[in-house]
């Protein structure tokens, strides 16, 4: 099954699952649970915003840090420039905060409130180089556009 044939059979099942809910942390936890158990990823989960910093939120995967200030890293240059990050070789990215040596790719799409404005992100790391794409960017974006538009923030 290719990667679009598989985002194809999981978004619809998505949707359903948080369709109705608006509880933020609940909705979270159960994406990035949904996403980790499809793709195998080494780390998928939410950072939220507080203030002038993320804070870590639901995920999956290994421990992570805390709290990343924003503008640093690759989560706080997404939340930074309002725009996903797609990034094939974390070593290769200026700033990167390595929470896992294991980390090798990653990918962090902004998630906005229904004012437009960044209230988290969609954080994935994986342990191989070169993962994420433009396949991953346009599922991952369609479905923070639907949180956006479920869940109830802060």
Same mark, same amino acid.
């Given at each position: 099954?290719?990667?679009?044939?598989?985002?194809?059979?999981?978004?619809?099942?998505?949707? /359903?699952?948080?369709?109705?809910?608006?509880?933020?942390?609940?909705?979270?936890?159960?994406?990035?649970?949904?996403?980790?158990?499809?793709?195998?990823?080494?780390?998928? /989960? !939410?950072?939220?915003?507080?203030?002038?910093?993320?804070?870590?939120?639901?995920?999956?995967?290994?421990?992570?840090?805390?709290?990343?200030?924003?503008?640093?890293?690759?989560?706080?240059?997404?939340?930074?420039?309002?725009?996903?990050?797609?990034?094939?070789?974390?070593?290769?990215?200026?700033?990167?905060?390595?929470?896992?040596?294991?980390?090798?790719?990653?990918?962090?799409?902004?998630?906005?409130?229904?004012?437009?404005?960044?209230?988290?992100?969609?954080?994935?790391?994986?342990?191989?180089?070169?993962? !994420?794409?433009?396949?991953?960017?346009?599922?991952?974006?369609?479905?923070?556009?639907?949180?956006?538009?479920?869940?109830?923030?802060?």
């Amino acid at each position: 099954m290719t990667k679009q044939e598989k985002y194809e059979e999981l978004m619809p099942q998505l949707l /359903g699952l948080i369709e109705g809910e608006t509880n933020a942390v609940s909705v979270m936890a159960n994406v990035a649970a949904m996403l980790h158990e499809a793709f195998g990823w080494w780390w998928t /989960g !939410f950072y939220t915003i507080e203030g002038d910093r993320l804070e870590l939120g639901p995920f999956q995967g290994p421990v992570a840090c805390y709290r990343i200030k924003h503008g640093r890293g690759v989560c706080g240059t997404a939340w930074a420039r309002n725009a996903t990050v797609i990034v094939p070789d974390v070593e290769q990215f200026p700033g990167h905060i390595a929470c896992s040596s294991l980390s090798r790719s990653e990918i962090v799409v902004p998630v906005h409130d229904s004012n437009d404005e960044v209230v988290a992100v969609l954080d994935i790391d994986s342990r191989d180089l070169a993962t !994420f794409d433009e396949t991953d960017k346009k599922y991952l974006e369609e479905l923070v556009i639907t949180l956006s538009k479920t869940v109830v923030w802060g």
